[in-house]
């Protein structure tokens, strides 16, 4: 059984079955004891008072079960794709034995789209009701209780990456690889595209990195993309695994272009 240090991953992850696209990620299952539970808040929104990126989105869960009982926080980040759908990573939604699974969420995940910040105004909050697991690599797409509006969806990349092409990398991870615990703002960073697989990339940073410009644990899913005005943009691949946060070396993320079909079929 493989262990993977997980520089973009939820958590550190373990590599727990296998599908047609490689093997499955799951977040490990260090849990805490069960708090009290409440109804959920109802889905809200309002209009994006800041137009940076604003397709970009927080996922975050408090009650993870976890195997032997008792449940774990966790979090994850992600995109914009269609009114009501969010492209994040596959291994974010996964049973008490790791193992990725779809259909109705077996955790309560909220979902915040629009903010830069926690205190920001404005955005949308919802909840997963749906995942749809990708057949070929770490990649899902997941329904919102309610339509996003006001905020455009990000475009999905069509064409195979270059090696060489610059991405943008957004997220909302931890800022240490042992000290878990989503941001409270939006990191960001830049990387190159340094190889081409199948159905993921490789992508190195562009300077030095930090926890603030690259991938930490709760950073899966997060978006790596094309934008000419911080706004808008085209989402080239999603956070999948790397080093330990800050280390250098290559993030291993998953290609949207060879799913794109996929995803519209999902999302229509």
Request: glycine share 12%; proline share 9%.
């Amino acid at each position: 059984m493989g262990v993977l240090a997980g520089a973009g991953l939820a958590f550190a992850h373990t590599v727990t079955a296998a599908t047609a696209g490689g093997p499955v990620l799951a977040a490990s299952t260090t849990g805490h004891s069960l708090p009290d539970t409440a109804a959920p808040a109802p889905a809200t929104t309002r209009a994006a008072q800041n137009p940076i990126l604003p397709f970009n989105a927080k996922l975050t869960s408090e009650d993870i079960p976890v195997l032997g009982g008792g449940v774990r926080s966790g979090a994850c980040s992600g995109s914009l794709v269609a009114p009501q759908w969010v492209v994040t990573a596959g291994h974010c939604f996964h049973d008490v034995h790791d193992v990725r699974v779809g259909g109705p969420s077996p955790y309560t995940m909220t979902v915040t789209v629009g903010r830069l910040k926690d205190s920001d105004p404005g955005g949308h909050t919802a909840e997963v009701v749906d995942v749809r697991q990708s057949p070929v690599n770490d990649l899902a797409v997941v329904k919102l209780s309610s339509p996003v509006t006001g905020i455009a969806p990000v475009k999905l990349a069509e064409t195979r990456p270059a090696v060489g092409e610059q991405l943008q990398f957004a997220g909302w991870g931890s800022h240490s690889a042992t000290v878990l615990g989503p941001s409270d703002h939006l990191k960001r960073g830049k990387f190159r595209v340094s190889g081409v697989d199948k159905v993921t990339l490789e992508a190195q940073p562009v300077g030095t990195r930090t926890v603030e410009n690259g991938p930490c644990p709760q950073d899966s899913g997060g978006p790596f993309f094309l934008s000419e005005d911080d706004h808008g943009g085209t989402l080239v691949a999603i956070v999948n695994t790397g080093p330990p946060c800050p280390q250098p070396g290559a993030e291993t993320i998953a290609r949207v272009d060879v799913v794109a079909d996929w995803i519209r079929e999902q999302t229509g």
